[in-house]
């Protein structure tokens, strides 16, 4: 089951702000679906900014298992496998297209 997630105003408010300042920026989160990345990539498109989904390239990278292993944040292994389920390939079309399913 999936929970309502509120993606963090004060996340979104502080990339926006580094964007005005014309800084490089990176979004390290997981961004599993394209929704999630929905006010960033407005945002970079507002900005001029070009923007680049890099997704892990280790040979484990779709190994439950071995990503609980080897998180540090005591994400559950349930949880894991929920986000490796929901993965999606990301794009700035898919992005601006999509839309919070909350």
């Known amino acids: 089951m999936r929970v309502p997630v509120d993606l963090p105003a004060w996340n979104q408010e502080r990339v926006k702000n580094l964007m005005k300042s014309e800084k490089n920026v990176v979004v390290d989160n997981t961004n599993i679906e394209a929704w999630e990345c929905n006010p960033y990539v407005i945002m970079a498109q507002e900005f001029g900014y070009r ?7 280790t040979v484990w990278r779709n190994d439950v298992e071995e990503c609980f292993k080897r998180n540090i944040h ?3 292994k349930e949880v894991i496998q929920s986000m490796k389920d929901r993965m999606q390939e990301l794009s700035v079309e898919k992005c601006l297209e999509s ?3 909350w």
Request: hydrophobic share 30%.
């Open 51 to 57: 923007v680049e989904f890099v997704r892990s390239n």
């Open 74 to 76: 005591k994400v559950p």
């Open 99 to 101: 839309k919070s399913p």
